[in-house]
């Protein structure tokens, strides 16, 4: 059977869920890498070989076997694979194979006042790197979440110093306004640290550390502060609903 027989006989196997398939010729080598919403439906659209591009046309006639991994979400799916393109480099998957390709979260610590941006290519600038995300829209509406939750500035080094007054960012609670000192270098250094730990995963942590102080505001009658704090539990708790989605 040539690989076009392998793939059509295969199909009754392949699960509708979401997920990765690899591709691997007779000498067992993975030849490519792929991710879809539905793994059978994907899997399916190369049984029309005239409709493919001459490349794949090859890759197809190659296939020995074919392995699937299903994911809960295309998001998964999506890191799945970038992470086993880099890892296995197959002849036919012509991107993902370098990270410049890849958007990443910075949180750069060079800086006496730390920022938070997107990143692609060679990570050169000094800081902590959180990556590699499936697309830049998904970066953007993290950095977007983790701005309301912990106020960390996005802008560029020379906006910052040139800033004479609050910038919009810090009117709708995105920005603590270190630029004007509306924050201490203390205060501010914390909350650029609740952002690498809660990108580490200690969301718990870091929720409960919050809760703690809007408390203790709360008691002292300062309801504006303690409001605050409030609102940025109800940031983090919204984010954390988004990506379990």
Not at 207 to 225: F, G, P, T
Request: glycine share 4%; net charge positive.
């Amino acid at each position: 059977m040539n690989g076009l027989d392998i793939l059509k006989n295969k199909l009754t196997n392949i699960s509708n869920k979401p997920g990765i398939y690899q591709y691997l010729n007779s000498k067992n080598e993975i030849i490519y890498i792929g991710k879809a919403k539905n793994l059978k439906k994907r899997i399916s659209s190369y049984k029309n070989a005239s409709s493919l591009s001459n490349r794949i046309q090859r890759m197809v006639y190659q296939i020995n076997s074919i392995e699937t991994i299903t994911t809960k979400t295309e998001t998964e799916a999506f890191l799945l694979e970038s992470n086993l393109i880099k890892k296995n480099k197959p002849k036919f998957n012509i991107v993902l194979r370098d990270d410049k390709s890849l958007p990443y979260i910075l949180i750069t610590t060079k800086n006496k006042w730390p920022q938070i941006l997107k990143h692609r290519g060679k990570q050169k600038k000094i800081g902590v790197y959180f990556g590699p995300y499936p697309s830049a829209g998904v970066v953007d509406k993290t950095i977007n979440s983790l701005q309301k939750a912990f106020l960390i500035r996005s802008c560029s080094d020379s906006y910052f110093k040139a800033r004479t007054r609050p910038c919009l960012l810090h009117q709708i609670k995105k920005c603590s306004a270190p630029c004007v000192n509306k924050i201490n270098k203390k205060n501010y250094n914390f909350l650029s640290n609740q952002t690498i730990s809660f990108l580490k995963g200690q969301n718990k942590e870091i929720q409960s550390e919050i809760k703690k102080k809007m408390e203790k505001l709360s008691k002292r009658q300062d309801y504006e502060k303690a409001a605050d704090l409030r609102d940025r539990i109800k940031a983090l708790n919204q984010f954390q609903k988004k990506i379990k989605k």
